[in-house]
């Protein structure tokens, strides 16, 4: 279900994570920083030693992909010599 939430400044969300691994975050969301900066938060549970759970969080800059080293940064033209015939300009 597609939905228009927005989370505002000062505050966050997290939501449920199906895992696949015992190592990954019970629980992945975002939060805004009260200058509008948003991060990934990433939640774990995990057992005290004196029964019961706490959380553990990890807040980090977004994921963004990095191009490979040998792909054209977006955007750019590929060189002459390297564009097939068909894509010319006649």
Known sequence: MAT???VKAGQGSAF???KTKDTQPD???EIVTP???KLEVSI???PMR???EFLSFSI???FVPQPKQNDPPH???MPEDDVPDFLKKQ
């Open 4 to 6: 228009d939430y927005q």
């Open 75 to 77: 955007g750019e033209d």
């Open 16 to 18: 449920p994570k199906q």
């Open 60 to 62: 980090k800059p977004p």
């Open 44 to 46: 774990w549970k995990k």
């Open 27 to 29: 629980f992945q969301g």
């Open 50 to 52: 004196s029964g019961g």
């Open 35 to 37: 200058s509008g900066e």
